[in-house]
């Protein structure tokens, strides 16, 4: 778990440092709501813990068995830097994770009873079947950063190695689609190939960026379309379980 942690404690000093996420010295990183006392996401050297709860083994269970191959923090941070630099970063909307579990109703429900015993909530989004799109946070502030976590019973996904488990940092953006695209070309010089997420007509609303592998966890980078409409999915689109 070492070597995933620090990757993504590394990838996240690289963002301009916000209310939302605080970088505690060079030893832990916070990802936070405006209207709760409660961390929503610890990542240290050596875990990834959200509301409290330590994730690394839900991580670890069914690692992925490819290589490690991973991008430079350098080309990460081309991409970061652009876009603070051109006043094009709005927000990190989401930290979120993704893994197998035996059972989604048992572990929906490990979830429900956790989040009760915070201020925050629970939400969930329709999702394809044999998965489950669960968010922590509270949506009373829109603009405020949510944790994803996926939970996926089975799927008929040819390649879910490339996906399963996965680390995934997500952000809106102030670009189009095509811009997106342009700009994660750039920065990796084709070693990365941007993937259209979510597609709505002539809209590219998502692109991901697969950064790669390390210790059988994937990471991504999630750049979203200006025109994503975070409020709508949050106040329209996601149903409160807690």
């Known amino acids: 778990m070492e070597l995933v942690a620090n990757k993504i404690f590394d990838v996240l000093k690289l963002f301009p440092e916000s209310e939302a996420v605080t970088i505690a010295g060079q030893e832990k990183a916070f990802l936070k709501t405006s209207t709760s006392q409660h961390e929503l996401m610890q990542i240290t050297h050596d875990d990834i813990s959200i509301l409290g709860v330590s994730f690394s083994d839900k991580l670890f269970n069914n690692r992925s068995f490819l ?19 051109q006043k094009l970063f709005q927000r990190i909307n989401h930290l979120g994770i993704g893994y197998r579990v035996a059972s989604i109703q048992e572990e929906r429900d490990f979830l429900i009873a956790r989040v009760k015993e915070t201020d925050m909530h629970l939400y969930e989004e329709e999702a394809v079947e044999g998965s489950a799109w669960l968010f922590i946070g509270d949506r009373a502030n829109w603009q405020d950063p949510m944790v994803e976590i996926v939970i996926v019973e089975h799927t008929n996904d040819k390649w879910p190695e490339y996906w399963l488990p996965h680390f995934q940092i997500d952000i809106d953006t102030c670009l189009n689609g095509d811009e997106i695209e342009n700009l994660v070309r750039e920065a990796f010089a084709g070693k990365v190939k941007p993937f259209r997420m979510i597609e709505n007509e ?26 994503r409409m975070t409020r709508y999915h949050r106040t329209r689109l996601l149903t409160e379980l807690v």
Do not use: A, P, T, W
């Open 202 to 227: 002539e809209f590219i609303m998502l692109v991901r960026s697969r950064l790669g592998v390390v210790s059988g966890v994937n990471i991504f980078l999630d750049l979203g379309f200006e025109g």
């Open 67 to 85: 290589k490690d191959n991973l991008v430079q923090n350098i080309q990460i941070k081309y991409i970061i830097d652009q876009l603070v630099s």
